[in-house]
């Protein structure tokens, strides 16, 4: 199986109804978390030239992530299917210097 990295952006600020219907989602995909991961604080965006930016709620950062396994991309866009928040899902890369097989890897 792939490994991907659920990245989850939006409001930080979550309605009683959306704690209960993030557990009862996160507690359906349990089979396939491989790391539960966690909040994601303080961020700051630096550029190649080396200018730092530092990430506000207004910029639409990521908050936290998760990495689940699953067979494919469109699996793991699945899992979200009751997922109440917004996700950015990416596959990790395996193989040789972290290319994968379609990018050229073993």
Do not use: N
Request: hydrophobic residues 40%; aromatic residues 8%; negative net charge.
């Amino acid at each position: 199986m792939k490994r991907f990295i659920l990245l989850a952006h939006g409001e930080t600020e979550r309605a009683p109804e959306f704690r209960q219907a993030h557990m009862k989602w996160w507690s359906a995909i349990q089979s396939r978390v491989v790391d539960p991961g966690g909040p994601l604080v303080a961020g700051r965006d630096v550029g190649a030239d080396g200018y730092v930016v530092e990430l506000t709620a207004e910029m639409g950062p990521s908050l936290g992530y998760s990495i689940v396994q699953a067979e494919s991309i469109d699996e793991a866009v699945g899992l979200l299917a009751d997922c109440p928040m917004g996700m950015w899902v990416y596959e990790i890369a395996t193989g040789p210097e972290g290319a994968s097989p379609e990018r050229g890897g073993e």
